[in-house]
Nanobody, 126 residues
Framework: QVQLIESGGGLVQAGGSLRLSCAVSGRTLSSYAMAWFRQAPGKEREYVAAISRFGGMTDYADSVKGRFTISRDNSKNTEYLQMNSLKPEDTAVYYC???????????????????WGKGTLVTVSS
């Protein structure tokens, strides 16, 4: 059974930075394309970024492009999301997702994705 465990969330002031991590167990990370989604209170879960199995392709939502960087270290079975220049509107629970296909991820939809983590809360104060 594949498990995804997020960490690194917390409270940060606007303009600050955080790095989220997603540790994968039960299968080697290189078996999966990875993505981050987020869900703010009262809103639907939305796409943030995705990365292909070996990191050759990345994709970002317009709202985070230029501020967030997705990366992975397959030797550590861990995916990352570096978040810079954070804004209050970035406040959300951030979820790690895994699927064998990068095409599934770049549809930018929650449907059809094989595995999800339980999320880590990021709060950005103004």
């Amino acid at each position: 059974q594949v498990q995804l465990i997020e960490s690194g969330g917390g409270l940060v002031q606007a303009g600050g930075s955080l790095r989220l991590s997603c540790a994968v167990s039960g299968r080697t990370l290189s078996s999966y394309a990875m993505a981050w989604f987020r869900q703010a209170p009262g809103k639907e879960r939305e796409y943030v970024a995705a990365i292909s199995r070996f990191g050759g392709m990345t994709d970002y939502a317009d709202s985070v492009k230029g501020r967030f960087t997705i990366s992975r270290d397959n030797s550590k079975n861990t995916e990352y999301l570096q978040m810079n220049s954070l804004k209050p509107e970035d406040t959300a629970v951030y979820y790690c997702a895994a699927d064998p296909s990068i095409s599934t991820m770049t549809r930018r939809s929650v449907s059809g994705i094989e595995y999800w983590g339980k999320g880590t809360l990021v709060t950005v104060s103004s």
